[in-house]
């Protein structure tokens, strides 16, 4: 029921292309992302002040009793609060700049993505699992907006810090900054160790999410046909093998994350004690005074504190940098070839339909057609069977230019369909799938799709015509009744009846019905056939269907097997030459 799930670690392809593409959300927000900076500027500088305040108080209060300047101390006090309270206004300032702008990150990057969605061909959704598509669209951009917004300016403005702190320090005792050159490198170089064994693991974590959403989508849609088969207890089996290899990635990628904050404090407070022992050494022989050392304790603390941030917050980026990717690749899948730059609108269809020598393979080398031809006049009925897996539904994506042919051509009036742009060709058909599809939304909403400017008159007349009137006559709110989501409060039957509403109403010169009638009981399936032959008179129709007894009046029938045109008629032709057809047509009967 669901695919095989691949949790192997893979490194990031391009970190630094990933970062810059990152950076870019960032500079459509750029004067508020200035703003942020300018303000944890001002902040930190604001808060370098504080240590240096702290050791004059203290140098005033080593005067000795009786001596104490009270008045200097106070002093030194009062600006030492100030800007402290200056520095956390500015904070909370920067707080909610910060929030405003990931939710404007967040809000452009999955429009991107859905908008990337939108253009991408019905291939991609073949190789993709809704799931692992969803957990790009939601958790993946949550990961990468919250780095972009905050992870980002923390580095930038605790360089800000660091810088500025080691400069104080320089300036208070180059002896005691000798300390901090030798330890920072080590603590630098553990990070960029730690660096290259988490970015596959960050890697596996995000695949293994994607996974484990598909797992879920999957087996969520399927639960009647899991109940029905008694499957519960096996597929709680499989979920908690997901599940465990999910957890194992995320366990994985925290275990090591989790080291490198308490390693680079344990490297930074190694530092704070060889300051101690080294400033004592120092102020007993009187190279330094006891203010210095104590203004240079402080800012050690801030030098070593943003870096000790800078590690945690390279953890969370390398977790971003995976997730990224996901999204990027998405953003980076072909889409569906551009129409020529001299393609025509496709306008005022008749509906003659050929194809010529038409082959066609999802994979290179799997051949599901093989030299198709056919001809289908406008107005006339063009019915395909054949056996599953003969390449019935290859064809209607074909002529809808879900895929483009291998070779061969298709030609609508007479102009081949790539001369024409992609979209105009679409909207010449009205489709009517086995599948059906229905969004939350009212009745009317549901049936007016396609066609903006529908009038209530001309959806009513559309439902009648479709037997679904009555029903939906019958519901509490009439055409102004909700769906749910996917149509789970209304029966099988009733969305495909429904579809075939939205499809009369269309307004379309041609008509595909790929099993139109395939869950609609044989009583209501004559009256739609009835109603459905006199919307469809002028009208060049392609149907799909396996009970055969639906499709005896089409104009044509084509009988395909294994990507090849095996026979072609009348039903009456056909089963007189007792071949393929006339097998086919008795064995539903038997």
Not at 62 to 91: C, H, K, P, Q, W
Not at 398 to 425: N, Q
Not at 539 to 548: D, E, N, P, Q, S
Request: glycine share 6%.
């Amino acid at each position: 029921m669901a695919r095989k799930m691949n949790f192997q670690s893979s490194k990031p392809k391009d970190t630094r292309g990933t970062l810059l593409r990152m950076l870019k959300y960032l500079a459509s927000y750029k004067y508020l992302l200035f703003l942020a900076i300018a303000l944890s500027f001002a902040s930190n500088l604001l808060a370098l002040q504080g240590p240096r305040y702290a050791g004059l108080a203290i140098n005033e209060a080593d005067a000795g009793a009786g001596l104490v300047n009270f008045d200097m101390v106070f002093y030194y006090a009062e600006r030492m609060l100030f800007v402290y309270v200056a520095s956390s206004i500015l904070t909370v300032v920067i707080n909610i700049v910060m929030t405003s702008l990931s939710k404007w990150i967040a809000q452009k990057m999955r429009k991107d993505v859905f908008d990337k969605l939108m253009r991408l061909p019905v291939s991609y959704y073949h190789h993709n699992t809704a799931g692992d598509i969803i957990s790009r669209v939601s958790y993946d951009v949550d990961v990468v907006s919250t780095c972009i917004a905050t992870d980002v300016t923390q580095i930038l403005t605790s360089l800000v810090t660091v810088v500025g702190a080691f400069v104080m320090m320089v300036y208070l005792s180059p002896a005691l900054s000798i300390v901090v050159l030798v330890t920072v490198p080590v603590c630098v170089g553990y990070t960029a160790y730690m660096r290259k064994k988490m970015r596959p693991r960050y890697s596996r974590r995000s695949k293994s999410y994607g996974a484990l959403n598909g797992f879920v989508e999957e087996m969520l849609s399927g639960q009647k046909t899991i109940q029905a088969y008694a499957y519960e207890d096996e597929v709680c089996q499989r979920f908690d093998r997901v599940n465990t290899e999910a957890v194992d990635a995320y366990y994985d990628a925290e275990y090591y994350g989790s080291t490198i904050g308490p390693t680079t404090s344990f490297i930074n407070n190694l530092s704070l004690a060889l300051i101690a022992m080294l400033g004592t050494i120092l102020y007993m022989r009187g190279a330094v005074s006891l203010d210095k050392i104590s203004s240079f304790v402080l800012y050690s603390r801030k030098f070593s504190g943003p870096i000790n941030e800078i590690a945690n917050v390279v953890n969370e980026i390398f977790s971003a940098i995976s997730a990224a990717e996901r999204i990027f690749t998405l953003l980076d899948a072909p889409e569906e070839a551009a129409d020529p730059a001299d393609a025509r609108q496709l306008e005022d269809v008749r509906g003659d339909v050929t194809l010529e020598h038409v082959q066609f393979g999802y994979d290179p080398g799997k051949i599901v057609l093989h030299d198709l031809s056919l001809a289908a006049s406008s107005g006339k009925t063009v019915a395909i069977v054949g056996p599953t897996g003969a390449g019935k539904t290859t064809i209607i994506s074909l002529l809808m230019r879900f895929y483009d042919a291998s070779s061969g051509e298709i030609r609508v009036d007479g102009g081949e369909i790539h001369g024409y742009t992609r979209a105009s060709v679409r909207k010449a058909y009205a489709m009517v799938l086995q599948d059906t599809w229905v969004f939350h939304g009212t009745i009317f909403d549901n049936i007016a799709y396609g066609k903006e400017d529908a009038t209530m008159e001309e959806v009513v007349a559309a439902a009648k015509s479709a037997h679904i009137h009555g029903f939906i006559m019958r519901l509490p709110q009439g055409y102004s009744t909700v769906i749910s989501e996917d149509g789970g409060n209304i029966s099988k039957g009733q969305k495909q009846l429904l579809t075939i509403a939205r499809a009369m109403l269309y307004d379309a010169r041609m008509l595909i019905l790929d099993e139109a009638t395939s869950n609609v009981d044989t009583g209501t399936e004559r009256q739609v056939q009835r109603a459905m032959r006199e919307l469809m008179a002028g009208k060049t129709c392609f149907v799909i269907a396996h009970r055969l007894s639906t499709i005896r009046n089409a104009d044509h029938i084509l009988v395909v097997n294994h990507g090849d045109v095996v026979e072609q008629g009348t039903h009456e032709t056909l089963m007189a030459q007792r071949g393929f057809y006339y097998k086919l047509y008795a064995a539903q009967f038997q």
